[in-house]
């Protein structure tokens, strides 16, 4: 499924709604979710996952080319942790 | 790093700002967004989400564990797990707002 097949599939749910703004719900949802992270923030989503800042430390990394050492600075990267409903959903343990 | 989480509540609230429908509408559609997406990969399709990132459905096989606590092994049996890959919008997103 990509992404407009998810907005395609909540228009069809709510026909009382403009495709524009079921759009805009959509990508709300997932421009909050980023937004959140880059303010170092975690989005707990119970059942679904959360989505987290994990810090990467600082090392001295290698040009797998030339094998010269270069500098590679301590990073901020995001993680996501799937649910336990989610989980047990995925694995034929339905609620 | 900050200790703050955002909830359902807070996308809901987002919805409701940006979209101007009523709050319940707000929190029933963040609620469909994300149970559409949990059915898709429960079916084991990936699901792609452009400039967000790609939720995709892994196979692991069967492998011994040991309990940390007593040594004593047990049997993990195979199971599928989600992995998910953001996309280099939210990368840099995510590593410019948290830089130094």
Redesign the interface.
């Known amino acids: 499924?990509?992404?407009s097949e998810?907005i395609q599939?909540?228009a069809e749910?709510?026909t009382h709604?403009y495709q524009r703004?079921v759009e805009?719900?959509?990508n709300?949802?997932?421009d909050?979710?980023?937004?959140?992270?880059?303010?170092?923030?975690?989005?707990?989503?119970?059942?679904?996952?959360a989505f987290s800042?994990k810090?990467r430390d600082a090392r001295i990394g290698r040009n797998p080319r030339t094998g010269e050492s270069v500098q590679v600075d301590q990073?901020?990267?995001?993680f996501?942790k799937?649910g336990k409903l989610?989980?047990d959903?995925?694995?034929g343990k339905e609620e | 790093m900050s200790d703050k989480t955002l909830t359902r509540m807070d996308l809901s609230e987002a919805v409701f700002r940006n979209v101007g429908l009523s709050r319940n509408e707000s929190a029933t559609l963040v609620e469909s967004v994300l149970q559409h997406i949990s059915d898709s990969l429960v079916q084991g399709e990936t699901v792609k989400i452009s400039s967000f990132g790609t939720f995709s459905v892994r196979d692991k096989g069967p492998r011994v564990g040991r309990n940390p606590k007593t040594g004593e092994e047990v049997p993990i049996s195979p199971r599928r797990v989600i992995s998910f890959r953001p996309s280099h919008i939210m990368k840099d997103r995510v590593a410019r707002g948290n830089a130094g």
Do not use: C
Not at chain 1, 32 to 49: K, P, Q, S, T, Y
């Open positions: 499924m990509i992404r998810l599939k909540i749910e709510n709604l703004d805009r719900i959509v709300t949802v997932f909050e979710i980023i937004e959140a992270m880059a303010r170092g923030e975690r989005v707990e989503l119970r059942g679904f996952g800042v810090v990073k901020a990267v995001p996501f799937t989610l989980r959903r995925l694995n």
